[in-house]
């Protein structure tokens, strides 16, 4: 079982930077994929980006694509979420996630991103 756990996130105003951390604990597992994605007030989860652990190949989604980057660390077992640029539309809990067998099956508690305009 992974266990995942977000920080990073806070209050900034529009045109901001701000990077979040996850911070994985248990045996990530070399085909697994570290993700991340959002959750707005009234609305669905929305994926964000994701990378292979070992090969750190990433895919970013177009929504947020040339503003926000992910990486990660695999000697600390720790995924980043790089967003420029902010804007009030990116307010929202932001979560990262884990997937092996076939699903994203371990999450974080969350962190809240809030942009003012």
């Known amino acids: 079982q992974v266990s995942l756990v977000e920080s990073g996130g806070g209050l900034v105003q529009a045109g901001d930077s701000l990077r979040l951390s996850c911070a994985a604990s248990?045996?990530?597992?070399?085909?697994?994929?570290m993700g991340w994605f959002r959750q707005a007030p009234g609305k669905e989860r929305e994926s964000l980006a994701r990378m292979t652990w070992v090969g750190g190949v990433s895919v970013v989604e177009n929504a947020v694509k040339g503003r926000f980057t992910i990486s990660r660390d695999r000697a600390k077992k720790e995924v980043y979420l790089q967003m420029n640029s902010l804007k009030p539309d990116d307010t929202a809990v932001y979560y990262c996630?884990?997937?092996?067998?076939?699903?994203?099956?371990?999450w974080g508690q969350g962190t809240q991103v809030t942009v003012s305009s």
């Open positions: 996630a884990y997937f092996a067998d076939g699903a994203w099956n371990s």
């Open positions: 248990g045996q990530i597992f070399s085909g697994g994929l």
